[in-house]
Nanobody
Framework: QVQLVESGGGSVQTGGSLRLSCAAS????????????MGWFRQAPGKEREGVTA????????YYADSVKGRFTISRDSAENTVYLQMNSLKPEDTAMYYC???????????????????WGQGTQVTVSS
């Protein structure tokens, strides 16, 4: 069974940084190296889940929401089956539960649509105080 486990959330002040990790496990051997769209989503209380960023593996094509461009960076470590989200210059409006998600296939056209992803992590809380 495929599992995604996020870590790295926490509380920081405005302007601070955090790095989230998403460790994937349980892929059958036949799907370990297959192309996947790995995304990060976030959801604040009372708001809809929104796509933050995604990476199309193994080609490392990345996608970002306008609100995080220039501040957030998605990357991956193929050897560790881990995707990272480096978040810099954090703002109070970045406060949310952050979720990692995975879907076999391309990101193009679906990267920020949460309904298109089949596998989700449990989430990690990010809180940015002013």
């Amino acid at each position: 069974q495929v599992q995604l486990v996020e870590s790295g959330g926490g509380s920081v002040q405005t302007g601070g940084s955090l790095r989230l990790s998403c460790a994937a496990s349980g892929y059958p051997y036949s799907k370990i190296y297959i192309s996947k769209c790995m995304g990060w989503f976030r959801q604040a209380p009372g708001k809809e889940r929104e796509g933050v960023t995604a990476i199309y593996t193994p080609y490392d094509i990345t996608y970002y929401a306008d609100s995080v461009k220039g501040r957030f960076t998605i990357s991956r470590d193929s050897a560790e089956n881990t995707v990272y989200l480096q978040m810099n210059s954090l703002k109070p409006e970045d406060t949310a539960m952050y979720y990692c998600a995975a879907q076999i296939g391309e990101c193009d056209g679906i990267w920020n649509e949460w309904t298109k992803y089949g596998t989700w992590g449990q989430g990690t809380q990010v809180t940015v105080s002013s």
